[in-house]
């Protein structure tokens, strides 16, 4: 007998078509969505979707009552329209993730929930593109995914590549699933957003903006500069001493001290010792960076320094990130038990 996807399954998995089609046919569109009362408790719904996504906390509710598959389904559809307005790159990644997480969470529940069914395992999985007793992936496909996978044990050089096919092991599918679904998930957000419409959802955005800001302040906390990566203290050293540096050096900086917390005008200030210092360019320069133009910039990756040539002074911390910002994070931890008196 064949295996049926009920509306309990579209909601633990809101990104199949079947999901969109089964909302989409009760008459639900984005004006009721926006005005009614329902559609406010949905509206709401999204927001904290998007809130649980920037805490990283994953915590997935596995009793999905029939009657709330519909605010299931439209949550995700309504906060994947709020982060296109934000246009914040980390809040959307961190969208991305944990609907990747949340589908991982379910899809394993299906082989250890007495309610669970492998078979629909099965074909989720392959609705993803992935089966579960896959053993290789063509060398173009994995290329793309191992893209977004940190481990070495991911890079092409040290696969085993079979007549373009990249070999896979059991335990690895897991990591495969969840990174390609972060893929699709990523290339099927709205390309843009009506400007109308998002102002009509302003009052959302400020919620989560505001999440956001507090997320970042209880990540990082007071601006501790002797927790900075060598890579940003030397950008910073030479701007001090009265170097030009390059236009990627000027934007790490940027990104970098405005995602730890600190204001605008003292970033300004950083920058204030270069040889060509020009305030009226610097503010703009800084603002723009800083999302004052509508799109928050996070600061390059360790591999993307490495790229533009600004990977110095590498340390023993610096053999355990792939971030700056992970960098700082976890020395300022470091350093705060340090400082704890013992017990």
Request: glycine share 4%.
């Amino acid at each position: 007998m064949a295996v049926r996807l009920e509306p309990e399954d579209f909601a633990k998995y809101p990104f199949l078509e079947e999901a969109q089609d089964f909302v989409r046919a009760r008459g639900y569109t984005l004006e009721k969505i926006l005005t009614s009362s329902s559609g406010k408790i949905i509206a709401t719904k999204a927001v904290d979707r998007i809130i649980a996504a920037l805490s990283s906390k994953l915590r997935f509710d596995d009793t999905i009552k029939l009657e709330s598959v519909e605010k299931e389904i439209l949550s995700y559809s309504i906060a994947r329209i709020l982060v296109v307005c934000i246009n914040n790159r980390t809040i959307t990644e961190k969208l991305m993730h944990y609907e990747s997480d949340r589908v991982r969470y379910f899809l394993h529940r299906e082989l250890t929930d007495e309610r669970g069914d492998p078979e629909k395992k099965r074909i989720i999985m392959e609705k993803i593109g992935i089966t579960p007793d896959q053993e290789a992936l063509p060398v173009n496909a994995y290329v793309e995914l191992a893209a977004g996978l940190r481990d070495d044990a991911w890079r092409l050089v040290n696969r085993d590549i079979r007549n373009g096919m990249v070999r896979i092991h059991p335990e690895e599918i897991e990591s495969i699933v969840r990174e390609k679904l972060r893929i699709i998930l990523q290339k099927k957000l709205p390309r843009e957003v009506p400007e109308e419409l998002c102002s009509r959802v302003q009052p959302l955005i400020d919620r989560i903006t505001k999440a956001n800001q507090e997320h970042i302040l209880e990540s990082y906390g007071d601006i501790e500069e002797g927790c900075f990566p060598p890579c940003i203290t030397a950008l910073i050293a030479a701007v001090a001493s009265g170097a030009n540096i390059p236009h990627t050096g000027r934007f790490a900086i940027t990104a970098f001290l405005h995602t730890i917390g600190m204001h605008p005008a003292q970033i300004v200030e950083v920058f204030s010792r270069a040889p060509d210092f020009d305030l009226s360019r610097t503010v703009y320069q800084v603002e723009h960076i800083s999302g004052r133009s509508g799109t928050e910039y996070t600061p390059p990756s360790c591999a993307t320094m490495r790229t533009y040539g600004l990977c110095v002074n590498r340390d023993g911390w610096c053999e355990h990130v792939h971030h700056p910002l992970s960098y700082y994070r976890d020395r300022k931890k470091k350093e705060l038990k340090k400082s704890e008196p013992s017990a």
